[in-house]
């Protein structure tokens, strides 16, 4: 039995640190093409803003210093875990705070869990197995276990722990095969899993897929281990995809890790493979994420079939809805089913977008100069660290390529290519490029003659 098939959608509540919000201003496809980077300004990039903002959080991480375990009356462990993760030091002080939060953590509310839960995966699995270990059969939501699980695994990833995890799994959800999360971490937990991004389908079947004609679509091509860059580019509505002035392929480095790297079933998540609708364009309130307008992506359940099809559409979200913008050799393929299982979990608001984020903070990791998010993709900014200024965008050249033929509605498709330590680059792609294009051309002309 597939597991995905026999979901029934069960309403959930997502956050995502406020990256879009109703209301916010909107952007058409002409006010983008004028836009340029001097149009900008984000004073929390700027050394004095950055500064404050730091302050604060050390603020926070102090206050927790001084806990007693278990004790957390204004639920300051949260904040400061955060602070910890984000400002990325201070790890031994983390630590300590952590393994005070961890004392009778099920007795406190699913939130706070899913808070100390997720940085104790991020950044201390090997540290605290044990203190998580034992937590696992008092946790009763499937979010929060599945996280806990997640960090065990990534503690030890050996075959006696899996099947054991599994076992407990299926012991303390008997409906878990209809639970999104608990799929996820099931296929996780399998034998399989281990090889199935080896036997992935071919790259340009999917580069030419149909998705809806006449819409242009962002691939933002992935690193499983989303602590490397990706690489977005732009198929046009044309089926071409859209070169630079001197004839190279158009490009931006993406990066699609989220602060917590949990897998992108999980709130706050990495960002989930699979296809996405696009919506337009807009300029968040999140100051972190900056003024440059964002390109807004939407999973299944969070947009209608309707944003999807881009048209007038009656039915219900299915899995075989899901499908059909898929091409036949990717739809028996788990890993891009990880964006209907996302919507089905209830995410939502994982958006293209720019960074104001003091890309210092993370000196020294694989992603430098990259700024991780809540669980978006986010391409490189630069901004004038005297008043804040914008001085180069990637997420602006991204949105005007995406919107050049005056189009702002389309599609996203993210995939994971392997599982190489490095950056994507775009010699890696340029052939099933190539082959993709002349894929699309030749389905061109056979509808044009029909």
Same mark, same amino acid.
């Given at each position: ?18 990256? $879009? ?15 340029? @980077? ?28 001084? =806990? @007693? ?15 910890? %993760? ?36 991020s950044h201390y699995a090997v540290d605290v197995t044990t203190q998580v270990a034992q937590?696992?059969?008092? =946790? ?24 054991? =995890? $599994? ?53 933002? =091509? ?13 198929? $046009? ?37 699979g296809i996405y609708t696009v919506v337009g364009a807009g300029t968040a309130t999140n ?5 440059? @307008? ?31 913008f898929l091409p036949a050799s990717w739809r028996g393929y788990f890993p891009i089913k990880? %964006? ?9 608001? !994982?958006? !293209? ?25 986010? %391409? !490189? ?8 200024? !914008? ?60």
């Open positions: 039995m597939n597991p995905i098939r026999s979901i029934l959608f069960l309403a959930a509540t997502a956050w995502l640190a406020g990256c $879009a919000a109703p209301g916010e201003k909107r952007h058409t496809p002409a006010e983008m093409a004028a836009y340029r @980077p001097a149009d900008f300004v984000a004073p929390i990039a700027s050394a004095a803003g950055e500064q404050v903002e730091a302050t604060q959080a050390m603020e926070k991480i102090r206050a927790a210093m001084v =806990l @007693p375990p278990g004790g957390d009356p204004g639920e300051l462990a949260p904040e400061a875990l955060h602070a910890v %993760a984000f400002l990325n030091r201070e790890r031994e002080a983390g630590l300590a705070i952590l393994r005070n939060a961890l004392v009778d953590l099920d007795k406190k509310s699913a939130g706070y869990q899913r808070d100390v839960l997720s940085v104790a995966y937590l696992l059969d008092k =946790l009763s939501t499937p979010r929060e276990f599945a996280i806990a699980a997640y960090t065990v695994l990534q503690a030890d990833g050996s075959a006696s722990r899996r099947e054991a =995890l $599994a076992a407990q799994l299926h012991r303390q959800f008997a409906d878990w095969t209809r639970e999104p999360r608990l799929i996820a971490l099931d296929h996780a937990l399998s034998a399989e899993a281990a090889t199935e991004r080896r036997q992935r389908p071919p790259l340009a079947d999917l580069l030419a897929a149909p998705l809806r004609p006449g819409y242009p679509v962002v691939y933002s =091509l992935q690193r499983s281990d989303r602590r490397h860059f990706g690489v977005a580019i732009v198929r $046009a509505a044309d089926g071409r995809f859209v070169r630079n002035p001197d004839g190279s392929l158009f490009r931006v480095a993406q990066l699609a890790m989220a602060l917590t790297n949990l897998p992108g079933t999980i709130t706050n998540g990495n960002t989930p493979q100051r972190w994420i900056g003024p440059t @307008p964002y390109l807004e992506s939407k999973v299944p359940m969070e947009a209608t079939i309707a944003e999807f099809e881009h048209a007038p559409a009656q039915g219900e979200w299915s899995e075989d809805r899901y499908d059909t990880e %964006a209907w299982l996302a919507g089905l979990a209830g995410r939502n608001e !994982m958006l !293209m977008h720019g960074t104001t984020i003091n890309s210092d903070y993370y000196r020294g990791t694989s992603y430098y100069p990259g700024t991780p998010s809540a669980g978006c993709m986010v %391409a !490189m900014e630069y901004w004038n660290k005297i008043d804040g200024g !914008m001085l180069q965008s990637d997420q602006l050249s991204l949105g005007k390529a995406f919107t050049r033929d005056g189009l702002d509605q389309g599609y996203l498709v993210v995939v994971e290519l392997d599982d190489r330590a490095a950056p994507v680059t775009l010699e890696e792609v340029t052939a099933d490029v190539a082959a993709a294009e002349a894929a699309f051309a030749a389905r061109s002309a056979i509808r044009a003659s029909n």
